[in-house]
């Protein structure tokens, strides 16, 4: 049973600053890409961050330099570092894994994600 829950969003101010967190479990955590993905009412899902299980990393254009995403592997968790936070980045963030080279994700059912409002 692959169990991924989101925590960590809240209501911040512009120019602030929230980590998100994704906990895993029922998959081998350590091996597979973990990706940060957002969606906003009315907009398409979003992906936002991905980091491999070598921690390479990979940011959306619109967070790069703000955001950092980070794994543990022994705490099966997978971060999401929020800086210099824009109305813009409202939304629900949502986690998934998936195997490397693949577009797939994992898990199937995006769940029920954590909210991060930016509202000034």
């Known amino acids: 049973q692959v169990q991924l829950v989101e925590s960590g969003g809240g209501l911040v101010q512009p120019g602030g600053s929230l980590r998100l967190s994704c906990t895993a479990s029922?998959?081998?955590?350590?091996?597979?890409?973990m990706d940060w993905y957002r969606q906003a009412p009315g907009k398409q899902r979003e992906l936002v961050a991905t980091i491999t299980a070598d921690s390479n990393t990979n940011y959306a254009d619109s967070v790069k330099g703000r955001f950092t995403i980070s794994r543990d592997n022994a705490k099966k968790t997978v971060y999401l570092q929020m800086s210099s936070l824009r109305p813009e980045d409202t939304a629900v963030y949502y986690c998934?894994?998936?195997?490397?080279?693949?577009?797939?994700?994992?898990?199937?059912?995006w769940g029920q994600g954590t909210q991060v409002t930016v509202s000034s």
């Open positions: 029922g998959f081998i955590f350590s091996i597979y890409v």
């Open positions: 998934n894994a998936r195997i490397y080279g693949t577009t797939r994700p994992l898990y199937d059912y």
